[in-house]
């Protein structure tokens, strides 16, 4: 969508508070493409603080 029709699409992860560090090291290089020069779409993590 972001590059057909210029509409910029917005990514809302719940719950990311349960994910493991492996998931969260998959997101990451996922999503780490052209991200220099553009901004192809927006990441939302959202979840709750946890008890450390």
Request: glycine residues 2%; charged residues 25%.
């Amino acid at each position: 969508m972001y590059y057909e029709r210029r509409v910029t699409p917005v990514i809302i992860l719940d719950e990311i508070h349960m994910a493991s560090n492996k998931l969260l090291e998959d997101l990451r290089i996922i999503f780490n493409f052209n991200m220099d020069s553009e901004n192809p779409f927006i990441l939302i993590l959202a979840g709750q603080l946890s008890d450390f």
